[in-house]
């Protein structure tokens, strides 16, 4: 049988592997692997010219020099059966042991240590406490130096918390080039556990994440949402999302998978209803949207503009609800721009509730509340019980 050339680049350099397509599978695996100096349990995903992710497996099509695909190691997955011995390849207490012995040695033979030892012994001790405090050993990270004296935070108070108009731009051309992929079925299932792990995952690949999510809900064909209009504001979203250290783009989706998957997990859309289940997804993507980075007291105690404007009521909750509707007010972002007059007004309601409900000052309030219903009897054809509901669930 003749063999087949796949050409690909990997961190920019050019590559190309040969192979047969009776090949076995691993094997396929191991030669992009190879050339990826990968480790053993890296991920490695391999884009098309057209920037869709492929299998890379014996049936990959053939291609040619000028249209090459793009080979990219993400952070390794480990497994709790897999020892870190054989995840290094050596073992860290073997290599403590033998400095040991060296200083055992010299220290009968009447010697001074060298310096040079008790070095090796530090860098020992260094990276044994580095792998004892690192959850996924990547090969790309594992190595850094993220000793106090010299570790840079990834947000500087002193950078624009604001994203660029270029990074902006580079993230929906990503988006658009692989929302037509086809997300398997495993990662589907994935999607809807609580034990999603959303660190493997891109800014963009993200986004197409929670595209499928009202795909999967079927929300697009039950409320008539238009794709490239859920893609306009998936996108405004994401750009009204600010670079700081939590209330980010990230935690905005880990706060909308766990909406997500608990939707699947005790099948709200039963019994709740589908309107219900939509409104409370929409307030989790917007719950925090171009949240500045300092809290309600900061607000009120330094009188900012919010606090003025809300008269210090949850002057970031309110103020991340109205950016939710001026997204929503732009035509090309309107994903209820189809549903009837007095069902955008139970949305709006609706998500206006959701949001102020996350100003934590008042979490107290409505969890007695809703325990109280609990004691009463919960009923969900009850509006006020559901609305309890929707307003615990971020």
Not at 150 to 174: G, T, Y
Not at 210 to 218: A, G, N, R, T
Not at 285 to 305: F, M, S
Request: proline share 4%; hydrophobic share 40%; net charge negative.
């Amino acid at each position: 049988m003749a063999t087949k050339v796949i050409y690909f680049t990997v961190r920019e350099s050019e590559e190309r592997a040969e192979f047969r397509d009776d090949f076995p599978a691993d094997d396929v695996k191991d030669i992009f692997r190879a050339a990826a100096e990968a480790g053993p349990h890296d991920i490695l995903k391999l884009y098309n010219c057209r920037g869709n992710i492929v299998n890379i497996s014996p049936k990959l099509e053939p291609n040619t020099p000028d249209q090459p695909y793009k080979l990219e190691v993400v952070a390794a997955h480990c497994t709790g059966n897999i020892t870190l011995t054989a995840q290094l390849g050596f073992d860290v207490g073997d290599l403590e042991s033998r400095i040991q012995s060296l200083e055992k040695k010299i220290m009968l033979e009447g010697g001074e240590t060298p310096s040079v030892v008790f070095d090796m012994r530090n860098k020992v001790e260094q990276f044994r406490e580095k792998l004892e405090n690192v959850e996924h050993l990547s090969w790309l990270g594992l190595f850094k130096d993220i000793s106090s004296t010299s570790l840079h935070p990834f947000w500087s108070r002193k950078s624009s918390h604001r994203k660029s108009e270029e990074h902006n731009k580079r993230l929906f051309d990503k988006f658009l080039k692989i929302s037509n992929v086809q997300i398997t079925e495993e990662v589907k299932l994935y999607l809807r556990k609580p034990t999603f792990d959303n660190w493997q995952w891109e800014d963009a690949e993200m986004v197409v994440l929670l595209q499928q999510m009202f795909i999967d809900l079927d929300f697009t064909s039950k409320f008539n949402i238009e794709l490239p209009v859920l893609q306009n504001f998936l996108y405004e979203v994401y750009k009204n999302y600010n670079h700081i250290p939590f209330h980010n783009f990230r935690h905005c989706f880990c706060v909308s998978q766990m909406m997500y998957g608990l939707s699947w997990l005790v099948n709200l859309s039963e019994t709740m209803g589908d309107l219900d289940v939509m409104i409370m997804l929409t307030s989790a993507i917007c719950h925090d949207l171009d949240h500045p980075g300092y809290n309600n007291a900061y607000q009120v105690n330094a009188r900012t503009e919010l606090a003025l404007r809300y008269n210090d009521i949850s002057p970031l909750e309110n103020h991340h609800c109205a950016v939710a509707f001026e997204i929503l007010a732009r035509k090309h972002c309107n994903i209820f721009g189809n549903v009837p007059p007095e069902t955008f007004k139970k949305i709006r309601e609706g998500m206006i509730r959701c949001i102020l409900a996350t100003d934590m000052q008042r979490h107290s309030e409505i969890l007695n509340k809703f325990r109280a219903m609990l004691n009463e009897g919960f009923d969900f054809s009850n509006k006020d019980h559901k609305d309890v509901v929707s307003s615990n669930c971020y």
